[in-house]
């Protein structure tokens, strides 16, 4: 998921005695100004999947702890012994919220209207399912697909390769079970109005498992009124500043409920190879060997060398960290002799960037590092709420990019790059690149599958593909000692759900 990430740094430490459900309330919740998507099939922002996860799911939900998957319309599954065909079994007592029941033929339908909708940034996950990835670039039939509905409660996938990690897959809002029409859902909340940037969410009466939804209901204003926001928090007006939200956290009473947390997320640059000479590798490691790297990383918490957040078990890839300008200038030398470019002919490179001081920033420190090379920097700028929505698009030859894994998986980065993925808006194609990962989904054992996808990554790098930056921080004010079911997370997803009031607790100092 993209995220835009803007923090200060706070730690927090709470003593609390335990913790008991009390009357449940309403809460209210505070985002930053934006326009929510909530469109399953084409949200891509944390800040919708927020909203999301609350008011549609799929199959499976994750753990708000683990993040493993969890059952959620699905009750139990099965796979084959040649690991390619999957058979869910749907709970019964699942309903839509205008009482119709969830059949797997909504599953079905889901879908295939997933693959069927323009843009839809997550529809390629599903490619791994016989007949979609046709299906979705239009070559494909829809009765080919191989998504079979076998009962109302039985749903068989039949899989071109084995995929292990699909329950998480599915764990996103991208595949949930959408209504017959607007304004059904399938999830714990129903969203009963939406004006003037206040979000009003009801719980669902009809949902499988409504009597753990204890929240009746969530009320979330955006507001980008950092005095305002904070003092709504400061006074109990508001319950919950969200991660994206505006607000002055050296300035909430209670520092107890300021929660920091580092996200399962990569900030980076990425090159697209439209335009000469930025389509040739030699030129690319030249820039990269010209980047003051602890300059251009100093303003961030959890500096990045790498693509793939670190994971326990992924081998070590070798990250992008070695300034050397005289040796960039030898290499840009060489590659200018190669391809017949002058020695003295200036090289303009586009810099596509939202507008905020950050990302100018960024844009001086490469501007004057790449000019001993020959190379004039310039800037596209356009407002940060559409940037995402420009890339696709965009003639420029250097993009940034904040990425927030959907799932605890390597491939929740790698896909990024895959020649059919939707997600793979810089356009990248490499056969060696795809078919690494391709290996990777046939291997036997979790070690030579990361060991294969590991391989994947390094490629990217050593053609100088991207410029790693950070794994970004959130920073959430919300205090746990009156609002349970919340937990800090890599994905950044707190599930609406599980939020409840408790009885209000006596912090006593120096208790023994």
């Known amino acids: 998921m993209k995220k835009i990430f803007c923090i200060p740094l706070m730690l927090c430490v709470a003593l609390t005695l335990h913790a008991q459900l009390a009357e449940q309330r309403p809460i209210t919740l505070i985002d930053s100004v934006h326009e929510y998507d909530l469109n399953p099939h084409t949200a891509s922002y ?29 009750i139990s599954y099965k796979v084959s012994r040649d690991k390619k065909r999957w058979t869910f079994t749907l709970r019964e007592d699942a309903f839509f919220s205008d009482g119709t029941p969830i059949t797997a033929q909504d599953v079905r339908e889901s879908w295939l209207g997933l693959l069927e909708t323009p843009y839809a940034p997550y529809a390629s996950l599903l490619d791994c399912i016989a007949g979609a990835r046709e299906f979705r670039e239009g070559t494909g039939k829809e009765e080919n697909v191989k998504i079979d509905a076998r009962s109302k409660t039985t749903l068989v996938v ?27 859902y399938s999830g714990p909340y129903c969203l009963e109005d939406y004006e003037d940037g206040v979000l009003v969410l009801e719980k669902n009466n009809f949902y499988y498992d409504v009597d753990s939804v204890q929240i009746p209901q969530i009320v979330i204003m955006q507001s980008d009124d950092v005095e305002q926001n904070t003092y709504l928090f400061n006074t109990g007006k508001a319950d919950w500043l969200l991660g994206d939200s505006q607000f002055d956290s050296y300035s909430v009473l209670n520092l107890d409920s300021l929660h920091l947390g580092s996200s399962f997320a990569t900030q980076f640059l990425f090159f697209k190879t439209n335009n000469e000479p930025w389509n040739e590798v030699d030129v690319r490691n030249a820039l990269l060997e010209a980047i003051p790297y602890d300059e251009l990383r100093k303003d961030n918490y959890i ?52 507008g905020s001081d950050y990302m100018k920033s960024l844009a001086e420190i490469l501007h004057d590092a790449w000019e001993p090379l020959g190379v004039e920097l310039s800037v596209q700028v356009t407002p940060i709420e559409r940037y995402y929505s420009s890339i696709d698009g965009w003639n420029a030859d250097l993009f940034s990019y904040s990425w927030v894994g959907d799932f605890g998986d390597p491939l929740a980065f790698l896909e990024l790059f895959r020649g059919a993925s939707s997600l793979n808006v810089g356009h990248y194609e490499n056969k060696e690149y795809d078919l690494l990962l391709e290996q990777a989904s046939l291997a036997d054992t979790a070690e030579e599958r990361y060991k294969l996808l590991s391989k994947a990554e390094q490629l990217l790098l050593d053609e100088g593909m991207i410029i790693p930056i950070s794994h970004p921080v959130t920073l959430h004010a919300i205090d746990c000692d009156e609002i349970g079911g919340w937990t800090l997370n890599p994905f950044d997803v707190h599930p609406l759900k599980y939020l409840f009031i408790k009885k209000k607790q006596l912090k006593i100092p120096n208790v023994v």
């Not at 944390?46 to 699905?74: H, M, R, W």
């Not at 995929?163 to 998480?168: A, I, Q, S, V």
């Not at 990045?304 to 200038?329: F, H, I, M, N, R």
Request: charged share 20%; with cysteine.
């Open 158 to 184: 039949r899989l071109t390769q084995p995929t292990p990690h699909l329950p998480n897959i599915l764990c996103h809002h991208a595949f949930s079970v959408l209504g017959p029409e607007a304004g059904v």
């Open 46 to 74: 944390t800040y919708d999947a927020q909203v999301l996860n609350g008011l549609y799911e799929g199959l499976f939900i994750c753990d708000p702890a683990t993040l493993a998957p969890k059952s959620a319309l699905c």
């Open 303 to 354: 500096k990045a060398t790498t693509l793939v957040y670190p994971l326990s078990g992924y081998p070590t890839v070798t990250g992008l960290d070695d300034y050397d300008l005289e040796d960039a200038k030898a290499l840009m030398a060489e590659a200018r002799e190669r391809l017949g470019i002058a020695p003295d002919e200036i090289l303009p490179l586009v810099f596509a960037i939202n």
